[in-house]
């Protein structure tokens, strides 16, 4: 029974930084890929990171490239997200998602199709 558990949201002022961590159970982050996606009210879903557990290669999407740093420790099973350089409309409800993976652009691929487990969910307002 694959679960993943995030934390780490909050409030922030614009400028600030925030880490995101998604814990996870039931698998092991290393075959697979992991991704985070946000949502704000009114607004589509936005998938804006991805990592391949196999070797680790990162894509962003390009509201965040340059910002946002997805990372993982495998010991720990635990994707990290850190968002720096925080701007009013980074607000949004944060998800951890994770699928099956093959390569790194097979992750990011899947980001405009979706995931297969989801998070619960960590809010992060920026003002």
């Known amino acids: 029974h694959v679960q993943l558990v995030e934390s780490g949201g909050g409030s922030v002022q614009a400028g600030g930084s925030l880490r995101l961590s998604c814990t996870a159970s039931?698998?092991?982050?290393?075959?697979?890929?992991m991704a985070w996606f946000r949502q704000a009210p009114g607004k589509e879903r936005e998938g804006v990171a991805s990592i391949y557990g196999g070797d680790g290669s990162t894509y962003y999407a390009d509201s965040v490239e340059g910002r946002f740093t997805i990372s993982q420790d495998n010991a720990k099973n635990t994707v990290y997200l850190q968002l720096n350089s925080l701007k009013v409309e980074d607000t949004a409800m944060y998800y951890c998602a994770a699928n099956i993976g093959y390569s790194g652009s097979w992750c990011y691929a899947r980001l405009r199709i979706g995931y297969k487990y989801w998070g619960q969910g960590t809010q992060v307002t920026v003002s």
């Open positions: 039931g698998y092991i982050v290393s075959g697979y890929c």
